[in-house]
């Protein structure tokens, strides 16, 4: 999450070139490492017998994220004529799941 917050606040100053390969890269890093820490925490923390009702909530969460981010950045760039400040002020969400998560305990799972 604090990489994902750095990359969020750094994408208002990526340019053309190996600047927008790199964070290409480690965008797509990120983007990936949270996926298979869902496949192995999600079993692990919530148990199989509702996974796939899980995993569904999860990615219509995903998807609805990803429809109203072009929204907000849209929204952000027209009242302040760039998108570096709203990018700016997205950094907060990934630093608030990572804040959240360091006061979560683990579940643990009622043995049948």
């Given amino acids: ?11 208002g100053w990526v340019q053309p070139g190996i600047s927008v390969v790199g964070y290409s890269l480690t965008l797509g890093a990120v983007g990936h490492g949270v996926r298979t820490l869902e496949a192995v925490v999600f ?12 995993r ?17 950045l849209a929204f952000g760039r027209e009242h302040s004529g760039s998108y570096r400040p709203v990018l700016l002020v997205l950094t907060v969400l990934p630093l608030a799941v990572a804040l959240a998560a360091s006061f979560v ?8």
């Avoid at 999450?1 to 994408?11: N, P």
């Avoid at 079993?43 to 899980?54: Q, T």
């Avoid at 305990?105 to 049948?112: F, Q, S, T, V």
């Fill in 56 to 72: 569904g909530v999860v990615h219509a969460v995903t998807v609805g994220a990803s429809a109203f981010g072009p929204l907000v």
């Fill in 105 to 112: 305990r683990a579940p643990r799972l009622e043995k049948p």
């Fill in 43 to 54: 079993p692990r923390c919530f148990g199989l017998e509702h996974l796939g009702a899980i």
């Fill in 1 to 11: 999450m604090l990489l994902l917050a750095a990359l969020t606040a750094a994408a």
